[in-house]
């Protein structure tokens, strides 16, 4: 058996380029299909849940399905379809009608973090992704089930 | 019917690279081939799902890169394996092998599906053999060939082909296990009898017999890489 040539090297450089190229560019892809930067939103604490707004910027007729995550666990999913006349005089959205509410009513005394994301389908509803609306919203459940912000949250 | 080591009848040109570096190489060509497939495996299916176009791509430059290498190297389809004057002896080289692969996937069917075999026929299995082939041109006739050069024939080459051959089946718990011992089993025969017919024919009565033995459940319909979860 010969021994290879310097032709070889080259190759296996070019195929190593070659790959990355491919890989960068799939990740890129399935960023832009799967997790478009195109949801804006916000969520902040109310005395009985967590209430707030959602776009979808490349679709802005189109109510967004929320879901909220207590303290890393599924909580309940809504549809941002409430008035939120607010959100549409900032010009956030083209409407009014993106505002959520959920209400928390089955959670222990003592500080809580919960988390809102968009849901977004692709392809064909056989994938799905979250991306989460605004920050963690850090907040305490009082004796009586009340809610209040975290005091210590940023 | 033992052959020779390919690394040592190795001949140098004037443009051929220092013998080092040459021996270097193939664990590079066998890493560069194991990057293709687990981009195919992994990479395609989470970023574009089921394109067959798009995971043709790290599939034509693993191809192009052995055919390439094979070219650069001298090898003929003799040399890969591709013959038939050593077929009956690789055969009976994988005789009891494959016998008792086959009794012990049998057993394991049988108890762990209490005493019946559910798995059905399926069409696809009659391409088996041209798949099982597919692979065991790239696992012996490739990544073998390529280990014996750096490694020297023997143990260590025979290892490097059995995990190379079981990481390509993660994550699969039960498939990584058998294809580190079928991988090293028919990596030992390549080296004694380099006939890829054989060890495709010894390829394909063990994937049938899994297939059809042992319940989907445990081998979640043969799937490995991203697809194993879905």
């Not at chain 1, 802005?60 to 303290?71: M, S």
């Not at chain 1, 959205?93 to 959920?102: I, L």
């Not at chain 2, 395609?44 to 070219?71: C, D, E, Q």
Request: some cysteine; overall charge positive; proline content about 4%.
């Amino acid at each position: 058996m010969k021994l290879p040539s310097t032709n070889l090297v080259h190759v296996l450089i070019g195929k190593s380029i070659l790959e990355t190229v491919l890989v960068g560019s799939l990740a890129v892809i399935a960023f832009l299909t799967i997790l478009p930067p195109y949801f804006h939103g916000w969520g902040e604490v109310t005395d009985y849940g967590v209430a707030g707004w959602a776009v979808d910027n490349g679709s802005r007729w189109e109510r967004v399905e929320v879901q909220l995550f207590i303290d890393g666990n599924f909580f309940d999913t809504a549809v941002a379809n409430r008035s939120r006349p607010d959100v549409s005089s900032a010009g956030w959205a083209v409407d009014e009608w993106h505002g959520y509410a959920f209400v928390i009513n089955s959670l222990s005394a003592g500080p809580h973090e919960a988390r809102v994301y968009a849901l977004r389908n692709s392809g064909n509803a056989t994938r799905k992704s979250l991306q989460l609306m605004g920050t963690p919203i850090q907040f305490v459940v009082g004796s009586d089930g009340k809610l209040q912000k975290h005091s210590a949250a940023k | 019917m033992k052959e020779s080591t390919i690394a040592s009848d190795s001949q140098s040109s004037p443009e051929t690279l220092a013998a080092g570096v040459a021996r270097a190489l193939p664990l590079w060509e066998i890493a560069s081939v194991m990057t293709s497939c687990l981009i195919a495996e992994w990479a395609v299916l989470v970023f574009v799902g089921h394109s067959k176009w798009v995971m043709a791509i790290p599939i034509t430059l693993a191809f192009g890169l052995m055919l390439f290498s094979h070219r650069e190297c001298g090898e003929t389809l003799r040399d890969l394996g591709l013959r038939t004057d050593n077929f009956v002896f690789s055969c009976r080289l994988l005789f009891l092998p494959t016998a008792l692969a086959v009794f012990l996937i049998v057993s394991f069917g049988w108890f762990t599906s209490q005493s019946s075999f559910s798995a059905p026929w399926r069409w696809r299995f009659a391409a088996l053999p041209l798949w099982a082939l597919l692979q065991q041109y790239v696992l012996n006739g490739f990544i073998n060939r390529r280990a014996q050069i750096a490694l020297g024939a023997g143990p260590k080459s025979i290892a490097l082909v059995a995990i190379a051959f079981s990481i390509l089946h993660l994550p699969s718990p039960l498939l990584a296990l058998l294809t580190l011992v079928a991988g090293a089993t028919w990596a030992f025969v390549y080296q004694r009898a380099p006939n890829l017919y054989a060890l495709a024919l010894s390829h394909t009565i063990a994937s049938l017999t899994l297939a059809l033995t042992v319940s989907p459940r445990w081998l979640n319909g043969l799937r490995v890489g991203f697809k194993y979860f879905g």
